[in-house]
């Protein structure tokens, strides 16, 4: 698994202050993408145990909510292996820490990774540049969802994703997601506003 960046103190890619592992390797190829330098999966550096080791003392932090796996595309089939094992140990390591992911595959084709049971929060599809809306809640283009995937994994049907937080943080349970999910409601959101990786 290859990386480009670990950021210390993100405010813009999930709840509170995160750490952020820029991950190479994305085959989606979306319009106006704003990294199309981490496409490559041979780009960028090894994620080897000096970065790890870097990425866990930054996740010490009290100050620090989580993890947030974004790229390039946690997902790429490069980083699937390598993605789940490090979600796993932060996890273990930090149970009282969230892991967001970021991706451009749809909860529909991933909802079954072994990943997913590492992660709290799922923000899913391709970067759409004619759903883009710079006001929305921690996504790009109105496409996007951001899942809650405990809640969804659990719920009747896991196909259908549960929302952690609707497009622009109000808390209105009626309106309706572009791709049909229902929402719940986490009140953390309204806290820290701010855009995806995935935005274009
Ligand atoms: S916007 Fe995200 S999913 Fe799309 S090409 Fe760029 S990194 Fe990949």
Redesign the pocket.
């Known amino acids: 698994m290859r990386y480009h960046n670990i950021t210390k103190d993100d405010m813009l890619n999930g709840d509170g202050l995160r750490v952020v592992l820029w991950l190479a390797g994305?085959d989606?190829?979306?319009k106006d993408?704003?990294?199309?330098l981490?496409?490559d999966p041979e780009g960028g550096l090894l994620f080897d145990r000096a970065a790890k080791e870097e990425l866990f003392a930054a996740l010490d932090k009290s100050y620090i909510s989580g993890l947030t796996l974004s790229?390039?595309?946690p997902l790429h089939p490069a980083n699937r292996l390598g993605a789940r094992r490090l979600a796993q140990e932060v996890k273990e390591t930090f149970p009282q820490k969230t892991v967001w992911l970021?991706t451009?595959y749809l909860w529909e084709e991933i909802w079954q990774l072994p990943i997913m049971q590492y992660v709290d929060v799922c923000v899913d599809g391709?970067?759409q540049r004619d759903k883009k809306d710079n006001k929305l809640l921690w996504k790009g283009s109105k496409n996007q969802r951001v899942i809650a995937v405990s809640a969804t994994l659990s719920g009747e049907n896991p196909r259908i994703p549960l929302l952690h937080c609707t497009d622009y943080g109000e808390s209105d349970e009626e309106a309706v997601s572009p791709l049909g999910g229902h929402r719940i409601w986490d009140s953390r959101a309204l806290a820290d506003r701010g855009r995806s990786?995935?935005e274009?």
């Open positions: 994305c989606h190829c979306c993408c704003h990294n199309p981490t496409w790229g390039g595309d970021y451009g391709e970067f990786a995935c274009g």
